[in-house]
């Protein structure tokens, strides 16, 4: 049934300010009984008497914070199908491999020999990775995926430079690209070059070759692309390169819809950055630790970020820094370990067959729902996708006047996430989709009968999905202004 203008609810109460909470004499805390001498050498000069502290319960300042932390849209709450974004449920296993208390409480300047379980843990995650990916070396040592890309970027320099060969400035960029790629030929002091993609969604070999020369570092490619699709002529593309004495860099962030099935170093690729948030289900987001392991082939391996692990003859684990052609340290210490544990876990709960098997449901519940909604919105390319799609509505735009954000502000209407919208660039309207392996039938049918009938809202009540969200605390930002005004202190309330 369509929702029209009336039938719209007013939305829920925003959560009362702790200070709005506060009775004077209300006990907050309870405090054992002093047993040295009452001290208070502060003096005056460091008192705050005026900061207005509430005075409140600790269980209802537990039932304040839990309550705002319900509000929240997260993977464990609704369906959050953040295409390129990749938000994959996070095993519980994981943590409780994280927190175990050799991997918790381990420290980066421990002596190797007294941290051999870490060191054990890395090494075998540099080989799984490597193995998965069908590379020779990987290094663990990026943040997240876009220092990963720098540091591939820097290693495609090095060994060039190491060549004695100085004339390459030019880095080639689809324009499907992340925007992260041409940023990170920027920052190795390279030129980015745009290039087309042609009426299937892949790379115009065409536009490409016009754009090979001597003077060609390499091509940034992600396979698949953010349109959700598979370079249908890779080989030839990776050929192209080389040819020109270029090198290919993979931008791994799709890795997540070709595990066991495709290794990119077989088709051409000579380094990969892996967003282990992306494939191998660590947290993702919210400025927190990440990681952004890079593996290379044996002829970029020589230029490998020190320290890398490695096992000894003796069978023991050691951090190897003697690296003279190594493009140096790239973050403090080693990497962040929690996440490395954390990754190498879900990589072994599931196994050769089981990552295969993640992947080709991923890939089937994105063209599930790339089917569903095929006649509701347009499709970017008529193309079977990998583990996601694009769709376009630019059709609610102009025959309705209904934007894709105001589709996103529908959806939060409905408990769901909204996808990625606007990106890829070069898709008008873009609505970036992507569901993961994790969700069940029920949840993609619940999601494309959603899609549908704000669909129909569209063509019936265009109102009601402008002016969305109806149901939420908080109704439409001006985002414009939040961005490039933000308020960063919390002005209290009027």
């Not at 008497?49 to 839990?66: A, C």
């Not at 090198?247 to 380094?271: H, M, Q, S």
């Not at 951090?319 to 210490?333: A, N, T």
């Amino acid at each position: 049934m369509t929702t029209t203008a009336d039938d719209i609810a007013t939305g829920l109460q925003p959560e009362p300010l702790l200070s709005e909470l506060s009775r004077a004499g209300a006990p907050g805390h309870q405090l054992p009984r002093l047993d040295v001498p009452e001290v208070d050498d502060l003096g005056g000069q460091l008192l705050r008497v005026e900061l207005p502290l509430p005075e409140i319960g600790e269980l209802d300042v537990i039932r304040h914070f839990t309550h705002l932390a319900q509000r929240n849209f997260s993977i464990d709450s609704v369906f959050y199908p953040l295409g390129s974004c990749t938000m994959k449920y996070n095993p519980r296993i994981n943590e409780d491999v994280a927190h175990l208390p050799g991997i918790a409480h381990v420290h980066p300047l421990q002596p190797d020999e007294t941290a051999q379980g870490a060191l054990r843990i890395m090494f075998e995650l540099q080989e799984l990775l490597a193995e998965i990916t069908g590379f020779s070396a990987t290094t663990l040592q990026p943040a997240a995926g876009a220092q990963g890309e720098l540091t591939g970027m820097l290693m495609m320099r090095a060994y060039h430079l190491d060549r004695g060969d100085t004339a390459r400035h030019k880095v080639l960029v689809p324009d499907s690209a992340h925007g992260t790629n041409p940023a990170t030929a920027a920052m190795c002091g390279f030129e980015s070059v745009p290039i087309a993609s042609d009426a299937n969604g892949n790379v115009d070999l065409d536009h490409l070759r016009s754009e090979l020369d001597e003077t060609v570092v390499g091509l940034m490619l992600t396979n698949p692309s953010t349109l959700g699709l598979f370079e249908q002529r890779l080989p030839e593309v990776t050929s192209a390169v080389h040819a020109a004495g270029g090198l290919v860099y993979g931008d791994g962030a799709n890795l997540n819809a070709i595990l066991g099935v495709v290794k990119p170093a077989e088709v051409g690729f000579d380094c990969l950055h892996i967003n282990l948030h992306k494939t191998f289900s660590t947290p993702h987001g919210s400025g927190g630790p990440g990681a952004g392991p890079v593996a290379v082939n044996a002829k970029l391996e020589p230029f490998l970020p020190v320290p890398v692990v490695d096992r000894r003859a003796d069978g023991q684990y050691a951090l190897d820094y003697e690296r003279p052609r190594s493009i140096g340290r790239l973050k403090g210490f080693h990497g962040h370990f929690g996440i490395l544990a954390r990754a190498l876990t879900y990589i072994r709960m599931h196994g050769a067959d089981g990552l295969r098997t993640l992947s080709e449901t991923a890939v089937l519940n994105a063209n599930y729902l790339r089917v569903l909604l095929a006649d509701a919105f347009d499709l970017a390319y008529e193309r079977t996708c990998m583990h996601e799609f694009v769709l376009s509505g630019r059709r609610q735009k102009l025959e309705y006047g209904v934007k894709t954000l105001d589709v996103a502000k529908r959806l939060l209407d409905f408990g769901i996430h909204p996808p990625t919208i606007y990106f890829p660039l070069i898709v008008d309207e873009a609505i970036m989709v992507e569901p993961t392996e994790g969700e069940s039938r029920a949840t993609l049918d619940h999601f494309a009968a959603v899609m549908r009938q704000i669909a129909r809202e569209c063509e019936d009540s265009p109102e009601v999905v402008r002016t969305a969200p109806h149901h939420q605390v908080v109704g439409r930002l001006d985002e414009v202004t939040a961005a490039r005004k933000p308020i960063l202190r919390w002005p209290g309330r009027d």
